[in-house]
C-alpha cells in the first residue's frame, strides 16, 4: 500500500533558481518527477523522472535540459546487479553505486536517508557511498564518493552531515526523508 503524494519546491541558492518534485511514496521505494529553472551559469531548465525500487535503490533517472541554445537528455539506468548503463552504453565505472545524484536537486538526497533511516535514528557512525553523480546544465555522468553521518534528532527529522570531496553541509530532513535546509545549496519554501 503507497503512502500519499507529496509535493516540495526548493529555492536553490547557488545557480538563482527553484525545484519542485512530485513524490510518490510506497513502504521501500519511491517515484518522482521534478522540474527546475535555473539563471547561472546561464537559464536553464530541468525536467526529470526518477525510479527506485526495494530499497530506495535507483533504477532510472531521466534527465532533459533546455537552454537558449540547446536541448540535451539523459537515460541513467540501473540493473539492480550493480551495472549502470548511460544512453544504453555500459558504465563500469559507476559499478557499487545505489544511487543517482541528480546536481543541485535536494530530491536526490533522499535515497540513502532512508535506506539506512537516517531521518528516525542514529546510523553505526558515518555511511560512505558511491553515487552516479550527473552534472548540469552538461548531463555529465560520474562515480562520486559522499559521506552521510546522522548527526541528531530535529524537530521534524534529523540533521545530517553530508560530505563529498571537500565540501561539507550539515543537512536538515524531515520525518519522511526530504530536505528542509541544506545550508549553501537549497531550502524547502512552504505555502
Known amino acids: 500500500m503507497s503512502t500519499p503524494s507529496t509535493a516540495r519546491t526548493w529555492e536553490i541558492l547557488p545557480v538563482r533558481g527553484y525545484s519542485t518534485a512530485w513524490v510518490d511514496f510506497a513502504p521501500d521505494s519511491f517515484s518522482a518527477r521534478g522540474r527546475a529553472v535555473a539563471l547561472l551559469p546561464e537559464p536553464y531548465w530541468v525536467s526529470y523522472e526518477l525510479e527506485t525500487t526495494r530499497g530506495y535503490v535507483t533504477t532510472r533517472l531521466a534527465v532533459t535540459v533546455e537552454t537558449a541554445a540547446s536541448t540535451g537528455s539523459l537515460d541513467l539506468r540501473h540493473d539492480g ?111
Open 81 to 191: 546487479q550493480g551495472g549502470w548503463t548511460v544512453n544504453g552504453m555500459d558504465r563500469p565505472d559507476l559499478a557499487g553505486a545505489l544511487d543517482c545524484d541528480l546536481g543541485l536537486c535536494p530530491l536526490t538526497n533522499t535515497m540513502p536517508v532512508l535506506r539506512h533511516s537516517l531521518h528516525r535514528e542514529p546510523g553505526p557512525g558515518p555511511l560512505d557511498f558511491t553515487m552516479a553523480w550527473v552534472s548540469v546544465p552538461d548531463l555529465t555522468v560520474s562515480a562520486n564518493r559522499q559521506t552521510y553521518t546522522h548527526l541528531a534528532r530535529a524537530e521534524h527529522g534529523a540533521r545530517i552531515r553530508y560530505r563529498s570531496g571537500d565540501f561539507q553541509s550539515d543537512v536538515e530532513f524531515d520525518d519522511r526523508g526530504l530536505v528542509l535546509d541544506y545550508p549553501s545549496l537549497a531550502t524547502a519554501l512552504t505555502r
